[in-house]
């Protein structure tokens, strides 16, 4: 007897979820019989220019953008004028099926988005040679291949707090500026400095030959945080969500440190790191080791 209830209640659970994914079917998107399809649809991202004559007027007017996405297979004459205005520039660019253009913009795209910055970016050269003008203590914070948006702008939050001079990231393969990271830094973004380089390893020679530290912040140092020199002129390195900084850039560093752990997982977010850093080094300067 028990057995036929079960199968019983089997047999009615099996129904009840055909039925309400029919009727949900029927109904999503709908109030009334009436398609709200467009009232309910995705917000258009604000941090987007569509358009060939629009992205085309961006390049020439040399605003800020992170990467444009062009349609697989776009007129060609579309393209032919959309090519000539990226002659010389070095911009990432991805070529996309339409259906990803599409779900981006309900409007007429032809074929070609870009992403615009909220910001102005920033050449660490030149900002490096105006603070060691001042006498100032440089003080840098290096993201290798940082990826995750709202880490970015948590890291971001942090740094400003700590009077971090500049943030550099290399121009390809990590998170750029966008209204989400300016949001999760709280603003911060539009206070800090924000550097892109096309060879991060090069830039962060020319800071070591300006007189500053390069210290890489790793699982794989010996040197405890808490028995490292943070104060002074520094840049310090913190490495991908992934795979942490890559080999180069721990070589050429003139101190590697990490952050001494007692527990099983050995691993921490790098946001959380970046902030105990950047704390640390904060504490060293205002009451010394």
Known sequence: MEEDNRSTNRDNNRGYNRENSRDNNRDYG?????DNSQKYGRKEDKDIIFGVRAVIEAIKAEREINRIMIQKGINKDLFFELKEALKGKDLTLQYVPTQKLD??????HQGVIAYVSPIEYGKI??????????????????LDRITDVRNFGGIARTAECQGVDAILIPAKGSALVTSDAVKT??????RIKVCKTDDLKNSLFYLQQSGIRIIACTEKAKSN???TNLRGSVAIIM?????????DLINMSDISTK??????????????????????????????S
Not at 30 to 34: A, I, K, S, T
Not at 185 to 190: D, E, I, T, V
């Open 125 to 142: 050269e030149d900002l490096v040679d105006e603070l060691l003008g001042q006498d100032k203590k440089v003080n840098i914070l290096v």
């Open 259 to 288: 952050i001494p752990m007692r527990g099983e997982i050995q691993s921490l977010n790098v946001g959380v790191a970046a902030g105990m850093v950047l704390y640390e080094k904060t504490r060293q300067e205002l009451y010394g």
């Open 185 to 190: 830094s709280a603003g911060a973004l539009n």
């Open 30 to 34: 709908r109030d009334n019989g009436r």
């Open 225 to 227: 945080l808490y028995e």
């Open 239 to 247: 490495g991908s969500e992934e795979s942490g900084i890559t080999s």
């Open 103 to 108: 779900s981006l913009t309900q409007n007429n």
